[in-house]
């Protein structure tokens, strides 16, 4: 493996042996060992041994699970993933997903990562004008081993609704509405927030691969304040079902608990979609 295909001077060698078993009809088991050397260049070694399963046995029951060790020189972690979809009936399904991550530095405190959310998603399978998800998350970052000054505590818990509607082909109106509740003990100093985000968007398709939208969102929280962004965008479409949209905000804000991905920030930003018509 060549770290870099311009000047070529880290090199790497990776031996491995990835391998999967249907056990029963709608029962797969995969396992993969992987181990990397530096051939030249900065040292680096790393070693990952990963277990994972899939059960599709059921038509109305889908679940899966993966647990991955990794080290390497100054750093060992496990991750974790598990989710679950049931439909429930022909137009609601029920999704539960759990992220775990656990990472131990040799000269640092362990860090701990865990995220957890369940909901319920909607979509009329008539009119097929109408998509909905409603959703709890839980989000909680620890630190293990570190002193007060250095610690990180942080949960966060939050429901959210998102609602897709056409009302006409081409058209797209799209909202969301969240609160979250966090409890923040960083560094030794507890601090306690409420906030809320209520954001919408209005797309339409100009051709068949060129659409624009407008964006507007408003957070507000329990000390008072309150956060508003508004820009426009415009998305072109790539292959098949995946746009690239390219945006900006006259004015914006940042939160990294409802915006993972910062399109309210004020600026230009770009973001890729993958649209499921």
Request: positive net charge; charged residues 20%; aromatic residues 10%.
């Amino acid at each position: 493996r060549m770290r870099s295909a311009i000047d070529g001077r880290d090199a790497e060698a990776a031996i491995g042996l990835r391998n999967q078993w249907t056990l029963a009809e709608g029962l797969h088991v995969a396992t993969s060992i992987e181990r990397l050397q530096a051939l030249s260049g900065i040292q680096r070694e790393s070693t990952a041994v990963t277990g994972g399963m899939d059960y599709t046995r059921l038509s109305n029951l889908k679940a899966t699970a993966r647990l991955e060790w990794r080290q390497d020189l100054t750093t060992q972690s496990w991750l974790s993933t598990l989710g679950v979809a049931e439909r429930l009936s022909s137009s609601w399904t029920l999704l539960a997903k759990n992220y775990y991550q656990w990472v131990q530095q040799r000269t640092a405190a362990g860090q701990m990562q865990n995220r957890f959310s369940i909901g319920g998603a909607f979509r009329n399978p008539n009119s097929n004008r109408l998509n909905l998800l409603s959703r709890y998350e839980l989000r909680v970052d620890r630190t293990f081993g570190a002193t007060d000054v250095f610690s990180v505590y942080r949960r966060v818990q939050s429901v959210s609704t998102h609602v897709d509607y056409q009302p006409a082909r081409g058209w797209t109106l799209s909202g969301q509405h969240a609160a979250k509740w966090v409890d923040d003990r960083t560094d030794g100093s507890p601090e306690r927030v409420r906030a809320q985000l209520l954001s919408g968007r209005l797309g339409v398709d100009v051709f068949s691969r060129l659409d624009v939208g407008a964006l507007g969102s408003l957070m507000w929280g329990s000390g008072g304040g309150r956060e508003q962004a508004l820009g426009a965008e415009v998305g072109v479409l790539l292959r098949g079902n995946w746009w690239l949209s390219f945006g900006d905000n006259a004015v914006g804000f940042r939160d990294n608990d409802f915006d993972v991905t910062n399109t309210t920030a004020r600026g230009p930003f770009t973001r890729l979609r993958l649209k499921f018509d």
